[in-house]
């Protein structure tokens, strides 16, 4: 069974660059094929893909986050981080990372086979 589980600060300010980590245990991030992806969504609103860390280590981003976001991961801790640059209130969500076998940046929460229980960030002065 793999696990996920979110960590970083709760609160950043305006104008700074959000920062999380997902640390995956009973599995490697590295094991064909499967996609690690970050995923949020905004008080009231549905989910919002941000983008994945596959496998192989390439990277891809929803094209209207790609300017700000960045994937990278630590294959000697089997974790990955999301980096989100220039933030504003309206990034205000609860953060998840999520595992899926085709790097199909869905919306939808059926399509992911395991999920972390996710973080609020709050992006406030």
């Known amino acids: 069974q793999v696990q996920l589980q979110e960590s970083g600060p709760g609160l950043v300010k305006p104008s700074q660059t959000l920062s999380l980590t997902c640390t995956v245990s009973?599995?490697?991030?590295?094991?064909?094929?499967?996609?690690w992806n970050w995923i949020r969504q905004p008080p009231g609103k549905g989910l919002e893909w941000i983008g994945y860390i596959a496998y192989s280590g390439s990277t891809y981003y929803s094209p209207s986050l790609e300017s700000r976001t960045s994937i990278s991961r630590d294959t000697s801790k089997n974790q990955f981080t999301l980096q989100l640059s220039s933030v504003t209130p309206e990034d205000t969500a609860v953060y998840y990372c999520a595992r899926d076998r085709y790097g199909l940046g869905s919306t939808s929460r059926d399509e992911y086979d395991d999920w972390g229980q996710g973080t609020q960030v709050t992006v406030s002065s």
């Open positions: 009973g599995g490697s991030i590295t094991t064909n094929y499967y996609y």
